[in-house]
């Protein structure tokens, strides 16, 4: 009920009005202040000057003569004015002549606001000269009564205020009651009339016939209603006639074969028929003011609007979604929309079918065409083009890729003594295999009978590396077709020849590869079957070496297979400062074999770990042997090479520690020799790992220095000790060469940072003797010694002993 009131048209005109004239009384009544404050502090000046210069020649006199009495009366004279409480003379020589002085007015509320308003001096004091006295002046002092002065201004003030707000509430309520009177009673009739015509009641005579606005409001008000009640029944038999068409409309919409959707642009749906009620799988109701894109999976609302902004009247646009009913089943449809224009409104029919059947179909047509129906594996037409995709991607980059070309051993002789029926499962059992077996973004095809052809499109960017992968994967596929198959209660044994064909050259096309793969393939036949062949010789020779290494490093080191030799490290005068452990492997059937034939390869597999922890377990144990039966005087530390991979796993420095406590050997009699590639690839780790070594009196090595990407940044931030400069450097040494050149530099860093050098590979007097001119005096290599067994050199100790 309050809301009500507030909105009446009166209540918001009386607010109205009442703020307006607030303001502007409260304006004008503060500009009036203001006025009789600027013309009072004129008439206070004024009277003040006036009062002082009616006295002034009395005050002059009395002091000339000094008559204290005519100075007393003086005073007093001016006390007797209301607008001063205080006021004494003072003659010539600064002493008080005469003072008179009352009480001022007590200060209130009004004397407050009166003082900030009038801000009144506290006293005046005008100077008075006497005659004949030119350097000293009198004065006259008068001391204002500021609460009488101002407590007259202040009251003026408030009544004028108080007559300002009643003068405008009186005024507020003169225009309440005329508007009342003349517009909000009027409406309110009006109001009510209307209210009385929509609920369909005849009523003659109008609420208000005056000859104003609001009289001809009322009347064209009126004919317009008349007018209205005249179209509304033509309009009614209108809709009755248009009825029975929309019906007859409508029953061909629900009939139809397919599902309807009328639209606007925006996607909202307004209207559908029963086939599109029944695709979905609801009512009318639940779809009508849905958007079109709920029930599509390809179409966003966005994108659907793009699409329907395309449309041009009257031409039908095909399309193809994928289709979302509201319990989330679905399927293809087929669409063909059209925009129509009715009542001027723009709208989307849509007529969708749908092509489940026909997507189904498509399906089948392409897994007959490009998969074999017995494996469901892709078939040569599909296989090809994949190879030629892969060619077209290869002749634009460096990878290398393979094609494996399968041909199962004596299938033949099951088929026949067993028959195709177990032949097939056979054949599906194979095919699971390889699919297991084979990498991501392979193609493992049949090409029908027993023949499988495997694609792998991207193996590695350099060639070697690609041919052990491959070898390695044609391993693994003869090792799962080795077990045994159980077919329809039989267990059968397959074997199978594999050839192999790299790619890409220039000259191949997928026919060529294809033939140099079954070439491969023959051979492998040729030499008994159950193998693998590549079709490149070099390859094949170089595959089945690093294959052979691979597997002989499992066994090597079961059978201990492996073992450690030492190299002294010695100075200028030939003492042995310490001795550096290096690894040797007596191969059963090819020999020793040095590190570079096969510590890469152990790093390629991941078996350098195991080698590693086999090389610092078996030369600290050395070491620990050495320290019980003495070691000669100036022997420092026992080197051991440390691999990247090995350096870098987690619990390196935790299984080092170990062992040394286990073996209570000293930390500082151990140096760890790592690369540079160590270093500049691992920064931030190695240095963490060092350090915490460090702290153990461990020591660090640079191998091989100046090889690789040197950086000046580790020698300056790591805990480094020595720098070994690389053989290929000390190579037929001469002063005058430009490998002198960089072990100046070398050896010049070390000094500055306070490292060691120690020269590898030495096998010359004519080196040694070079680099002891450029300042190195450790060194390690043939001419001094080779790497020799432990009880030789502890021998050789000895002896020098």
Same mark, same amino acid.
């Given at each position: 009920?309050?809301?009500?009131?507030?909105?009446?048209? =009166?209540?918001?005109?009386?607010?109205?009005?009442?703020?307006?004239?607030?303001?502007?009384?409260?304006?004008?009544?503060?500009?009036?202040?203001?006025?009789?404050?600027?013309?009072?502090?004129?008439?206070?000046?004024?009277?003040?000057?006036?009062?002082?210069? $009616?006295?002034?020649?009395?005050?002059?006199?009395?002091?000339?003569?000094?008559?204290?009495?005519?100075?007393?009366?003086?005073?007093?004279?001016?006390?007797?004015?209301?607008?001063?409480?205080?006021?004494?003379?003072?003659? @010539?020589?600064?002493?008080?002549?005469?003072?008179?002085?009352?009480?001022?007015?007590?200060?209130?509320?009004?004397?407050?606001?009166?003082?900030?308003?009038?801000?009144?001096?506290?006293?005046?004091?005008?100077?008075?000269?006497?005659?004949?006295?030119?350097?000293?002046?009198?004065?006259?002092?008068?001391?204002?009564? $500021?609460?009488?002065? /101002?407590?007259?201004?202040?009251?003026?003030?408030?009544?004028?205020?108080?007559?300002?707000?009643?003068?405008?509430? =009186?005024?507020? %309520?003169?225009?309440?009651?005329?508007?009342?009177?003349?517009?909000?009673?009027?409406?309110?009739?009006?109001?009510?009339?209307?209210?009385?015509?929509?609920?369909?009641?005849?009523?003659?005579?109008?609420?208000?016939?005056?000859?104003?606005?609001?009289?001809?409001?009322?009347?064209?008000?009126?004919?317009?209603?008349?007018?209205?009640?005249?179209?509304?029944?033509?309009?009614?038999? %209108?809709?009755?006639?248009? /009825?029975?068409?929309?019906?007859?409309?409508?029953?061909?919409?629900?009939?139809?074969?397919?599902?309807?959707?009328?639209?606007?642009?925006?996607?909202?749906?307004?209207?559908?028929?029963?086939?599109?009620?029944?695709?979905?799988?609801?009512?009318?109701?639940?779809?009508?003011?849905?958007?079109?894109?709920?029930?599509?999976?390809?179409?966003?609302? &966005?994108?659907?609007? %793009?699409?329907?902004?395309?449309?041009?009247?009257?031409? *039908?646009?095909?399309?193809?979604?994928?289709?979302?009913?509201?319990?989330?089943?679905?399927?293809?449809?087929?669409?063909?929309?059209?925009?129509?224009?009715?009542?001027? +409104?723009?709208?989307?029919?849509?007529?969708?079918?749908? *092509?489940?059947?026909?997507?189904?179909?498509?399906?089948?047509?392409?897994?007959?065409?490009?998969? @074999?129906?017995?494996?469901?594996?892709?078939?040569?037409?599909?296989?090809?083009?994949?190879?030629?995709?892969?060619?077209?991607?290869?002749?634009?980059?460096?990878?290398?890729?393979?094609?494996?070309?399968?041909?199962?051993?004596?299938?033949?002789?099951?088929?026949?003594?067993?028959?195709?029926?177990?032949?097939?499962?056979?054949?599906?059992?194979?095919?699971?295999?390889?699919?297991?077996?084979?990498?991501?973004?392979?193609?493992?095809?049949?090409?029908?009978?027993?023949?499988?052809?495997?694609?792998?499109?991207?193996?590695?960017?350099?060639?070697?590396?690609?041919?052990?992968?491959?070898?390695?994967?044609?391993?693994?596929?003869?090792?799962?077709?080795?077990?045994?198959?159980?077919?329809?209660?039989?267990?059968?044994?397959?074997?199978?020849?594999?050839?192999?064909?790299?790619?890409?050259? +220039? /000259?191949?096309?997928?026919?060529?590869?294809?033939?140099?793969?079954?070439?491969?393939?023959?051979?492998?036949?040729?030499?008994?079957?159950?193998?693998?062949?590549?079709?490149?010789?070099?390859?094949?020779?170089?595959?089945?070496?690093?294959?052979?290494?691979?597997?002989?490093?499992?066994?090597?080191?079961?059978?201990?297979?492996?073992?450690?030799?030492?190299?002294?490290?010695?100075?200028?005068?030939?003492?042995?400062?310490? =001795?550096?452990?290096?690894?040797?492997?007596?191969?059963? @059937?090819?020999?020793?074999?040095?590190?570079?034939?096969?510590?890469?390869?152990?790093?390629?597999?991941?078996?350098?770990?195991?080698?590693?922890?086999?090389?610092?377990?078996?030369?600290?144990?050395?070491?620990?042997?050495?320290?019980?039966?003495?070691?000669?005087?100036?022997?420092?530390?026992?080197?051991?090479?440390?691999?990247?991979? +090995?350096?870098?796993?987690?619990?390196?420095?935790?299984?080092?520690?170990?062992?040394?406590?286990?073996?209570?050997?000293?930390?500082?009699?151990?140096?760890?020799?790592?690369?540079?590639?160590?270093?500049?690839?691992?920064?931030?780790?190695?240095?963490?790992?060092?350090?915490?070594?460090?702290?153990?009196?461990?020591?660090?090595?640079?191998?091989?220095?100046?090889?690789?990407?040197? $950086?000046?940044?580790?020698?300056?931030?790591?805990?480094?000790?020595?720098?070994?400069?690389?053989?290929?450097?000390?190579?037929?040494?001469?002063?005058?060469?430009?490998?002198?050149?960089? *072990?100046?530099?070398?050896?010049?860093?070390?000094?500055?940072?306070?490292?060691?050098?120690?020269?590898?590979?030495?096998?010359?007097?004519?080196?040694?003797?070079?680099?002891?001119?450029?300042?190195?005096?450790?060194?390690?290599?043939?001419?001094?010694?080779?790497?020799?067994?432990?009880?030789?050199?502890?021998? &050789?100790?000895?002896?020098?002993?």
């Amino acid at each position: 009920m309050i809301n009500k009131v507030r909105n009446r048209i =009166v209540f918001k005109q009386a607010r109205f009005v009442l703020v307006i004239s607030l303001l502007l009384g409260f304006v004008f009544t503060s500009l009036q202040l203001f006025l009789d404050l600027t013309q009072e502090r004129k008439q206070l000046v004024a009277d003040v000057d006036r009062v002082i210069n $009616s006295h002034k020649e009395t005050a002059i006199l009395a002091i000339y003569n000094l008559n204290k009495g005519q100075a007393f009366q003086l005073t007093k004279t001016l006390i007797s004015l209301p607008e001063i409480y205080q006021a004494f003379l003072v003659d @010539d020589f600064g002493e008080v002549l005469a003072e008179s002085r009352r009480l001022p007015l007590s200060n209130n509320y009004l004397v407050i606001l009166g003082e900030a308003l009038f801000k009144i001096p506290e006293k005046v004091e005008t100077p008075l000269q006497i005659n004949g006295v030119e350097h000293r002046v009198a004065k006259l002092v008068i001391n204002f009564d $500021s609460a009488y002065i /101002s407590s007259a201004f202040a009251q003026r003030a408030i009544t004028n205020l108080v007559f300002s707000l009643i003068y405008n509430l =009186v005024l507020l %309520t003169v225009l309440i009651l005329l508007f009342y009177r003349y517009l909000s009673r009027p409406i309110m009739s009006i109001s009510h009339w209307v209210e009385q015509l929509r609920q369909g009641n005849v009523i003659k005579k109008l609420p208000y016939t005056e000859a104003d606005e609001i009289g001809d409001l009322v009347s064209s008000f009126a004919s317009v209603w008349q007018e209205r009640n005249q179209v509304a029944e033509q309009l009614y038999e %209108t809709v009755q006639e248009l /009825s029975k068409s929309e019906h007859f409309s409508r029953s061909l919409m629900d009939n139809a074969g397919d599902a309807m959707f009328l639209c606007k642009p925006d996607s909202e749906i307004v209207q559908v028929n029963l086939q599109a009620a029944q695709s979905l799988g609801g009512d009318k109701e639940q779809l009508l003011g849905k958007k079109l894109s709920c029930f599509s999976t390809r179409y966003t609302e &966005t994108s659907l609007m %793009t699409l329907f902004d395309s449309f041009k009247a009257q031409k *039908i646009v095909e399309f193809e979604d994928q289709q979302q009913g509201l319990g989330g089943a679905g399927g293809p449809i087929e669409a063909r929309g059209i925009k129509l224009e009715l009542h001027n +409104q723009s709208y989307i029919l849509i007529m969708a079918r749908d *092509i489940s059947a026909r997507k189904e179909t498509e399906r089948q047509i392409h897994k007959l065409a490009f998969y @074999d129906a017995l494996t469901e594996l892709p078939n040569r037409r599909l296989f090809i083009d994949r190879l030629d995709s892969a060619l077209q991607i290869h002749r634009s980059n460096a990878n290398y890729g393979a094609v494996l070309y399968l041909d199962l051993d004596r299938f033949k002789t099951i088929n026949d003594s067993l028959g195709h029926s177990v032949g097939d499962v056979l054949l599906r059992q194979i095919a699971e295999r390889l699919t297991d077996i084979l990498p991501d973004k392979s193609t493992c095809s049949r090409f029908g009978g027993d023949e499988f052809v495997v694609l792998l499109p991207q193996v590695a960017t350099q060639a070697e590396l690609s041919s052990e992968i491959v070898a390695n994967i044609a391993v693994e596929i003869l090792e799962k077709l080795g077990a045994p198959f159980d077919a329809c209660g039989h267990t059968l044994y397959c074997t199978a020849s594999i050839g192999i064909a790299m790619f890409p050259k +220039q /000259s191949e096309n997928s026919g060529d590869i294809l033939r140099c793969a079954d070439t491969a393939l023959y051979r492998v036949k040729a030499l008994g079957r159950n193998g693998f062949q590549f079709f490149d010789p070099e390859m094949q020779s170089s595959a089945m070496q690093r294959l052979d290494v691979e597997k002989g490093l499992h066994q090597a080191l079961e059978n201990d297979e492996f073992e450690l030799v030492f190299q002294p490290q010695v100075k200028r005068n030939g003492q042995m400062i310490g =001795v550096e452990a290096l690894i040797r492997w007596n191969h059963p @059937d090819k020999g020793v074999l040095m590190p570079g034939d096969f510590i890469s390869i152990a790093e390629d597999s991941g078996q350098i770990i195991e080698v590693g922890k086999w090389v610092l377990s078996n030369a600290l144990q050395q070491l620990k042997d050495w320290i019980s039966a003495g070691l000669p005087e100036g022997f420092k530390r026992l080197a051991v090479n440390v691999s990247p991979i +090995q350096f870098m796993q987690v619990d390196f420095v935790d299984h080092l520690v170990t062992k040394m406590e286990e073996l209570q050997v000293p930390g500082n009699m151990l140096e760890l020799e790592i690369t540079e590639n160590t270093l500049v690839n691992n920064f931030d780790i190695a240095s963490s790992k060092m350090k915490l070594l460090k702290l153990q009196g461990v020591s660090f090595s640079i191998d091989d220095f100046g090889t690789g990407y040197s $950086s000046l940044r580790y020698l300056q931030y790591l805990p480094l000790d020595i720098l070994k400069i690389d053989r290929s450097f000390i190579i037929n040494l001469r002063l005058d060469s430009d490998e002198a050149a960089i *072990i100046d530099v070398i050896i010049a860093t070390a000094d500055r940072l306070g490292l060691t050098v120690i020269a590898e590979g030495v096998e010359t007097l004519e080196e040694c003797q070079a680099l002891q001119a450029m300042g190195c005096f450790c060194y390690q290599g043939y001419y001094f010694s080779k790497p020799i067994a432990a009880k030789a050199l502890y021998d &050789t100790w000895c002896k020098a002993a």
